[in-house]
Nanobody, 123 residues
Framework: HVQLVESGGGSVQAGGSLKLSCAAS?????????MAWYRQAPGKERELVSA???????TYADSVKGRFTISQDNAKNTLYLQMNSLKTDDTAMYFC?????????????????WGQGTQVTVS
């Protein structure tokens, strides 16, 4: 049973920092094609923020490049998102996601597991 639990959200002033964590269960890091962070602001569609691919590469949305850093600690089964220089536009619910498929895969393509989300509010 795969479970993803996010934490680390909160309220911060513009220019501040937050670090989100996603604790995963079920050997998800070993068996996934990749892990990612998504976000959804009120009235907007959910969007990909960053992905950490199994092949060791990363992907970032243009809006967060240079400000956010994705990483993971396989020993702790935890995915992180360090968010610096936060802007009011970063306000959203942030979700952890995993792409776990049968067969050989190296890139996060589409999530099939989701966490419940953690709220980030930048004022």
């Amino acid at each position: 049973h795969v479970q993803l639990v996010e934490s680390g959200g909160g309220s911060v002033q513009a220019g501040g920092s937050l670090k989100l964590s996603c604790a995963a269960s079920g050997y998800i890091f070993i068996s996934s094609c990749g892990m990612a962070w998504y976000r959804q602001a009120p009235g907007k569609e959910r969007e990909l923020v960053s992905a950490n691919h199994r092949d060791g590469t990363t992907t970032y949305a243009d809006s967060v490049k240079g400000r956010f850093t994705i990483s993971q600690d396989n020993a702790k089964n935890t995915l992180y998102l360090q968010m610096n220089s936060l802007k009011t536009d970063d306000t959203a619910m942030y979700f952890c996601a995993a792409d776990r498929r049968d067969g050989i895969c190296y890139r996060f393509v589409s999530p099939n597991y989701w966490g419940q989300g953690t709220q980030v509010t930048v004022s």
